[in-house]
């Protein structure tokens, strides 16, 4: 089982930054890849970024260039990844949530509020 934490939303102005926090606790020998999702009122979820074991890489088009996924496996009990979100629109409004994909099993956070307004 792994247990997925998210934190670090909240509100900020069009321009702003935010970063997210991600901690993935229990059997992480068997995670090989964490991400970021997002799900918009009245639209689907949406993959945002993920970064896999081996440190790769991938993000969004609509991201790209103002989103960085990152991650700290230094602590041998805890997974932490990073979203780091720079210039930040009103269309990234959104309910984020952590995604660890292990062995034949998703895991999900609850879901951190982002919210982009003037």
């Known amino acids: 089982q792994v247990q997925v934490v998210e934190s670090g939303g909240g509100l900020v102005q069009p321009g702003g930054s935010l970063r997210l926090s991600c901690a993935a606790s229990?059997?992480?020998?068997?995670?090989?890849?964490m991400g970021w999702y997002r799900r918009a009122p009245g639209k689907k979820r949406e993959l945002v970024a993920y970064?896999?074991?081996?440190?790769?890489?991938?993000?969004?088009d609509s991201v790209k260039g103002r989103f960085t996924i990152s991650r700290d496996n230094a602590n041998n009990t805890v997974n932490t990844v990073y979203l780091q979100m720079n210039s930040l629109k009103p269309e990234d409004t959104a309910v984020y949530y952590c995604n660890a994909l292990a062995t034949a099993t998703n895991y999900w956070g609850q879901g951190t509020q982002v919210t982009v307004s003037s």
């Open positions: 229990g059997s992480i020998f068997s995670i090989y890849a």
């Open positions: 970064i896999t074991s081996g440190g790769n890489t991938n993000y969004a």
